[in-house]
């Protein structure tokens, strides 16, 4: 909608691992209710189809406005006042610091016969990019994007290497928003070429083969200017010249359909230019052009339309002769790879090379190699990697060091990454104990050996985690992950953080965070639970939980929750529940439904006015999950349940940490702001309601130092309202 002194050390560890040190949790403040700032109404009404809504926060929807800048002032200095009184947040930020300072490597990219990486040495506020000649040669910087400036508030967002080895095309992200300017680096000179290509939002950067330009995307108009939170039309794919002389060519549109998305790949030969749009985050339509020689590219070629329908998810893995390899979910909800003429749009003329079977392909989770397909699977939320010849025949499995996901990591790639004519490939492993670790995997010997492997400091001999299943609310058998310290009585006295996210086909799979180790060090339990509307099962499971079925996830959340009540993990009284973004949404809604079963809760970045959500940013492409309020139907579900709407005065909410950003253009910071003051208007006892609002932040991006900090205050708040 996912990062001392010795002696003094040595008794901060003892204090932070001693279970019994969480009974010291209720915070002082807790006990009268905070004086918060107060928030102007307005007489602001809208009629839904007949149905009259008041909307009286309207006036923070205006994120560049004096009065909603005093508001976010006014309440951040309400909300740092209660933080900076809790006795126990300097040493938990002290125990996270040292959590989070190990060496952390990116999924690399193989490019000009040369291996692209990040790397963050463990405080970095941002990962270097390096490359190196060879897996055992020592590694080049490449850039530093901690010199982009003094706060490590703009980020490096992206980066592509040029075919040749000459440039690096990069984005830059003002507190990293998704508006993005790219630059290209002459890696000779280490210096910027002249020209910047501004605004670009939702894109790629994918260079042609000769190494002379490379395609992007943006939407209509916002070549010199673009706005902060304004719901954009008209996405379109340009190619970008880095000689300076050549205007950008328009490449690729959709002037029939101004709500959808334009990308492009490249095959890794540079021929084919796969291009792609869809009015939602999920399935989406396909075209082929075949741009001819690698060194002179015809960007005029005529794209040839492969799949007509946006009805499924059509992925391309690369082309073979004259046969392009996809994966889809065109009739097989749990994903299969089939393989087609260039150019051939009868989908029923598709051969499955790959069939669907029991367990779900991961999307983004295939990868074509010389004479391979690499094929990541899960099985009830559990990563297996298959290996297939071209024609299907099963050629074996990559034996992972142990249960846990072949994931993305931040370079934006999926678990795996390789070429079309190479015979290795890496993938990064992750459990919830084991921090993330790039593993470089040869085809020819099936040698599995680790990439500048990590070094915490975090003890995981000490934890466990357990792969449970509950049953919701109409019976629906759902996955949980449970992570505790081993031996764990189960008494119903530990304080426990219940984590999901639901939607949009994504898959929530084992993850590492020192964020969750220091929880776990401090006696808590760490619960995650893989709700409908993710793609955990296929996009059957993906659908059960979108538009008129979306409260198929609350109540798989809220199961959750029970399931961890009755079998004594915790009580209401110690439980928490965290999600971001739809999670964030997740959050709102089932501390709504059930503030009974819930001592804390932490939405962050949530979606949360339900009714106007599509108005902003990236709104429009959600609708394909959650449905528009300019749908009669969908407005009423959405109204039944929306955050912002469903707020009832006088009732006793759980205290609840909203965390959100200034500068957020994904899901705007005014969902937060809306939803903070009726909750504190609303609320029926000293709970308290508070909202953290990051200054020059953004959506999903923070520097290291700025999120140990977030993550101190999360955890000394939800400490500090659970019961002794």
């Known amino acids: ?30 006990q009268s209710a905070l004086a918060y700032p107060p928030t102007r109404i307005v007489d602001v009404v809208d009629d839904y189809h007949g149905r009259k809504v008041a909307d009286p926060y309207r006036w923070l929807e205006d994120l560049e406005s004096a009065d909603t800048a005093a508001w976010v002032a006014a309440q951040n200095k309400v909300t740092f006042a209660f933080l900076e009184a809790l006795p126990r947040r300097e040493q938990i930020r002290r125990r996270l610091t040292e959590l989070w300072d190990y060496r952390r490597t990116g999924l690399p990219v193989l490019e000009a016969g040369q291996t692209w990486f990040q790397q ?28 982009l400036s003094p706060d490590g508030s703009v980020q490096m967002a992206q980066w592509s290497p040029s075919p040749d080895g000459r440039h690096l095309a990069y984005t830059l992200a003002k507190g990293g928003s998704d508006l993005q300017d790219i630059r290209v680096r002459d890696l000779a000179t280490a210096r910027d070429l002249p020209v910047t290509v501004r605004n670009t939002k939702f894109s790629g950067l994918n260079w042609t083969r000769d190494g002379k ?8 108009g916002t070549e010199a200017a673009a706005d902060f939170a304004d719901a954009s039309e008209f996405h379109q794919l340009w190619y970008h010249s880095v000689d300076g002389r050549t205007p950008d060519r328009l490449i ?49 070629a005529t794209p040839q339309l492969m799949a007509p329908e946006e009805d499924a998810i059509h992925e391309p ?48 989770g295939a990868l074509l190699l010389k004479d391979r397909l690499a094929v990541v699977y899960l099985a009830d939320v559990q990563s297996r990697v298959r290996l297939f010849a071209l024609d299907g025949t099963p050629k074996g499995e990559i034996a992972l060091p142990e249960p846990g996901s072949v994931t993305g990591t931040a370079s934006g790639l999926g678990g795996l990454s390789g070429r079309s004519d190479g015979r290795e490939l890496y993938l990064n492993f992750v459990s919830f104990l084991r921090p993330a670790t790039i593993y470089r995997y040869d085809l020819g010997t099936g040698a599995l050996e680790p990439f500048h492997a990590p070094r915490s400091t975090f003890d995981a001999s000490k934890f466990e985690t357990r792969a449970l299943f509950y049953a919701s609310k109409d019976g629906t058998r759902v996955p ?24 949009f086909n994504i898959s929530v799979v084992p993850n590492f965070s020192p964020a969750v180790a220091g929880w776990l060090e401090m006696g808590g339990i760490y619960a995650v639970a893989n709700l409908r509307g993710g793609g955990e099962y296929g996009s059957d ?3 059960a939980g979108t538009r008129e079925r979306k409260q198929n996830v609350f109540d798989d959340f809220i199961a959750a929750g029970e399931y961890l009540v009755r079998e004594k993990y915790t009580t209401p009284s110690r439980l928490a529940i965290h999600g971001r973004s739809n999670g964030g949404l997740l959050v709102g809604a089932t501390m709504l439904q059930r503030p009974d079963l819930f001592a804390v809760a932490l939405p962050g970045v949530g979606v949360l006015d339900m009714l106007r959500y599509d108005e902003f940013s990236a709104g429009p492409y959600w609708a394909d999950d959650y449905g528009s309020s300019d749908d009669p139907a969908a407005a009423q579900y959405l109204l039944a349940y929306s955050p912002l709407h469903n707020l009832k005065a006088g009732t006793c909410y759980p205290a609840t940490l909203i965390t959100t950003a200034d500068r957020d253009d994904r899901v705007v910071p005014s969902h937060s702001f809306k939803f903070a003051a009726a909750l504190q208007k609303a609320q029926g006892c000293a709970n308290p309601t508070l909202i953290r609002i990051e200054v020059a932040g953004s959506h999903g991006y923070r520097p290291t130092d700025r999120i140990i900090a977030e993550w101190a205050d999360i955890w000394a708040f939800t400490l500090a309202n659970m019961a002794p």
């Open 213 to 220: 330009g490379l395609f992007y995307s943006r939407y209509k």
């Open 480 to 503: 949980l992950f449970v992570t505790l310290r081993r031996g764990t009585k189960l008494d119903g006295s530990h304080p426990t953080v219940l984590y999901g996210y639901g939607g």
């Open 1 to 30: 909608m996912t990062h001392f002194d010795r002696g003094a050390l040595a008794l901060l560890l003892a204090a932070l691992c001693a279970a019994p040190a969480l009974a010291e949790t209720t915070s002082v403040q807790k």
């Open 252 to 300: 690729f549109e959709r002037p029939q359909h101004p709500r959808d998305s334009a990308g492009a790949e490249l095959s890794d030969d540079g021929r084919w230019l796969f291009l792609s749009a869809g009015s939602g985050t999920t399935n989406n339509r396909l075209w082929v052009a075949d741009l001819g020689s690698a060194q002179q590219p015809n960007l005029a």
């Open 317 to 364: 893995l690369g082309v073979v002769g004259q046969d392009v390899y996809l994966y889809t979910t065109w009739q097989a909800p749990k994903g299969r790879i089939v393989a087609a003429q260039v150019g051939e749009g009868d989908r029923s003329r598709w051969r499955t090379v790959v069939p669907e079977g029991e367990d779900a392909i991961v999307e983004n």
């Open 120 to 147: 963050n040495s463990g405080l970095q506020r941002q990962a270097p990019l390096y490359r190196q000649s060879a897996p055992d040669a020592q590694p080049s910087l490449v850039i530093d994007p901690n010199t």
């Open 541 to 543: 499971w993906h659908r």
